[in-house]
């Protein structure tokens, strides 16, 4: 059965840098918006960032200037680039990828903890 798979998340001190990975483990078809969102714990998943299958971005205010979302189209992958972070980053970090069918992948979460 097909996946998504998260890849990159650690601890890392405040200010520090991470760099997410998401890629399907086999064929879904044509991939149109790509997505990272993120759930701290005891709040509500919130979007973090989406990038097009053209290339157009969008960014959470709060991760404006500090976080980079980019895609490979010929590997269907997408990433996420976390520099200058902050305690507050610290969530489960997951990845949507919408097709071109309509249908909503997501992927398993990969945990981020910015800590001293």
């Known amino acids: 059965q097909v996946q998504l798979v998260e890849s990159g998340g650690g601890l890392v001190q405040p200010g520090g840098s991470l760099r997410l990975s998401c890629a399907p483990s086999?064929?879904?078809?044509?991939?149109?918006?790509m997505d990272w969102y993120r759930q701290a714990p005891g709040k509500q998943r919130e979007l973090v960032a989406t990038i097009t299958r053209g290339g157009s971005t969008n960014y959470a205010d709060s991760v404006k200037g500090r976080f980079t979302i980019s895609r490979d189209n010929a590997k269907n992958t997408v990433h996420l680039q976390m520099n200058s972070l902050k305690p507050e980053d610290t969530a489960v970090y997951y990845c949507n990828i919408l097709t071109g069918r309509g249908i909503s992948w997501w992927g398993q979460g990969t945990q981020v903890t910015v800590s001293s």
């Open positions: 086999g064929s879904i078809g044509s991939i149109n918006a």
